[in-house]
């Protein structure tokens, strides 16, 4: 696994004797793919990123970016955007104006600075909107603008904190299917509150917790998705050992209206038959069923202790 | 170098978009307006207290009597004391005054007007986080450079926009024999302005520099600026006085205002002082430095 950003042992302290926001994180983000920074408020994802982005200087450990080392502007000039979780935009400016500004700044001669903000304007469906200064736009169109501003030049690497906060329904879903777009292309690392949407975007997943990485990986992995049947069921009585019977090699087990099935690898999709089989037979009936725990029951799993 | 020049262009654009720069601005233009009209009048009284002594009729328009004026002693005495030094009044004697009025007031009002415009600079962007978008992408010493780079070109812009009003006074307002001289002058003497503002537009930096809070940079440019001035005045106090003189001579050679004087100078005397007031105007913003690139952002 090419990695496209690498945290070693790093550790933030805010003030002298302050809060210690990053207890020797150490994580791998994947490159050309969609990562979801997952963590509960203050759990260091924010200040993560900004020791990427050199707003803030880490106080020990390394942080390697794009195999370049830590951030140093001049270096990873172009390969770095960074969507900042609460800066707030400079409002004099167009959105045009600002962007071409910012993509001049990353080394875009003024004919693909142009271009690209254009470009980007359209990605957020921000174009119509371009010359209006940004006092004038709404918190949703003034995010907007600042996903656009992370993604102009197309950057390899690409920190989005919150891009989706203060978007309607419509906008981040707009938002979402652009950022699939990308995967391949770029690697995207996004930090989100709403895990469903994260799961749903995410190949692979980093979780912290109290500053400190407590699980990361392959979203399907994390999840369980390839060894784990969640049942929701009906009333009735669940033919347990009938089903330990029928699939020797699974393991079933209830927890509430929900049975749970812990499959061998790659077993998941053939055992399905039989245990509908098995629950038609005893009477039961079945209202739902999912891949995994989800990337939300997972987190709360592990940040939790539950 | 690029960089620098981008981050000068977006950061002009930006103050000049800034009401309060605007109204700095304005303010500026309001006041270099009323101190040249203040002046013509004043003029205009010379004028005719001069008519008097020479037994010849009074004039209805300040200038008519500039030639006179100019050679006379109370002209000269005027000169000296808006030069603070008796030895610059022959070389000066002969410049139109009002391009004389509008250096002097220059060198009054440019440390408070450069200070003040320059302090929200950082601070302000460091406080709303704004500084980030550009962080990200430039070095930290092009984001300084190149606002200072913005400033000077704002207090450039603010010293050529005092020229064009008292141009505009001077014109309207009194006998101007030769426009031409008048508002070549005016111009000529628009480089010592800024670089008189210089090491103010640096100290204005420098209080940005060092703190996220507009307010406090504000609170210390402006009392830096107004500190140079009594620690100037206490400095030319010493200088008579046993015992402080080495002092006194220490300080006149770091303040902006030691170099003043030299600013007055023709010819090309002036160029000294004025790269001085450059390099001091560099330090400041150097000093500012030293603290803004180890910080948080």
């Not at chain 1, 993560?48 to 970016?65: E, N």
């Not at chain 1, 003024?110 to 004038?136: F, K, N, W």
């Not at chain 2, 300084?144 to 400033?151: I, N, P, S, T």
Request: one cysteine or more; proline letters at 5%; a neutral charge.
């Amino acid at each position: 696994m090419d990695a496209a950003l690498r945290f070693v042992d790093v550790v933030k302290r805010y003030g002298r004797r302050g809060t210690l926001a990053l207890d020797g994180l150490t994580f791998e983000v994947p490159a050309n793919g969609i990562t979801g920074f997952v963590g509960h408020n203050g759990a260091g994802k924010t200040t993560a990123f900004s020791l990427v982005s050199g707003f803030l200087h880490a106080d020990a450990g390394t942080i390697d970016i794009l195999g370049e080392g830590p951030f140093e502007p001049h270096r990873l000039k172009g390969r770095l955007g960074v969507l900042p979780q609460d800066a707030e935009l400079p409002d004099r400016h167009t959105p045009r104006e600002l962007l071409r500004h910012l993509a001049r700044l990353q080394g875009l001669d003024r004919a693909t600075a142009a271009s690209e903000t254009d470009r980007v304007l359209d990605v957020v469906q921000l174009g119509p909107r371009r010359d209006a200064r940004i006092a004038t736009l709404s918190h949703g169109m003034r995010r907007r603008v600042a996903v656009a501003s992370a993604l102009v030049g197309r950057p390899a690497l690409v920190l989005l904190d919150e891009p989706m906060s203060g978007l309607d329904p419509v906008q981040a879903h707009g938002l979402r299917e652009a950022l699939a777009a990308l995967r391949g292309e770029q690697t995207l690392v996004v930090s989100s509150h709403d895990l469903s949407e994260l799961e749903r975007l995410s190949d692979h997943v980093v979780m912290l917790k109290d500053g400190r990485c407590v699980r990361q990986g392959p979203v399907a992995e994390v999840t369980g998705q390839g060894a784990e049947v969640r049942w929701a069921l009906g009333p009735g009585e669940v033919p347990l050992e009938a089903l330990a019977a029928q699939l020797p090699e699974h393991r079933f087990h209830l927890e509430g209206d929900v049975l749970v099935q812990h499959a061998p690898d790659g077993a998941l999709d053939t055992s399905s038959v039989a245990v509908m089989g098995a629950l038609a037979a005893a009477g039961v009936p079945v209202r739902g069923v999912r891949r995994g725990r989800g990337l939300e029951q997972r987190f709360i799993d592990d940040v939790l202790g539950r | 170098m690029i960089d620098v020049l981008l981050v000068a262009r977006f950061e002009l654009h930006r103050a000049v978009r800034t009401w309060r720069a605007l109204a700095l601005l304005v303010l500026y233009a309001v006041a270099s307006a009323g101190v040249a009209w203040i002046f013509v009048q004043m003029v205009g009284v010379m004028e005719n207290n001069l008519a008097t002594q020479l037994g010849v009729a009074q004039t209805e328009t300040p200038g008519a009597m500039l030639a006179e004026l100019q050679s006379s002693s109370m002209w000269r005495d005027v000169l000296g004391v808006m030069t603070g030094s008796p030895h610059l009044v022959d070389a000066l004697v002969d410049v139109p005054p009002l391009a004389l009025m509008n250096l002097w007031f220059g060198f009054l009002v440019v440390p408070f007007f450069a200070a003040s415009a320059s302090t929200e600079s950082i601070a302000i962007d460091v406080q709303t986080r704004a500084i980030r978008f550009e962080a990200q992408r430039t070095g930290r010493v092009e984001l300084v450079v190149g606002r200072f780079l913005g400033q000077l070109v704002l207090t450039a812009v603010a010293a050529l926009v005092s020229v064009a009003v008292v141009f505009v006074v001077g014109a309207t307002q009194m006998v101007v024999p030769d426009r031409l001289a008048l508002l070549g002058w005016l111009l000529w003497f628009v480089p010592r302005t800024l670089a008189f503002g210089v090491p103010f537009v640096g100290l204005g930096l420098a209080a940005s520099q060092v703190t996220s809070s507009p307010a406090w940079a504000r609170v210390l440019a402006v009392g830096a600026v107004a500190g140079s001035w009594t620690a100037f005045g206490l400095a030319r106090y010493g200088e008579q006085r046993r015992g402080f003189a080495l002092l006194s001579d220490v300080a006149l050679q770091v303040l902006p205002q030691g170099w003043l004087h030299g600013l007055w100078e023709p010819g090309v005397g002036w160029l000294l002082p004025a790269i001085v007031c450059c390099a001091l105007g560099l330090a400041a913003v150097a000093a500012g430095y030293l603290r803004f690139q180890a910080r948080d952002l």
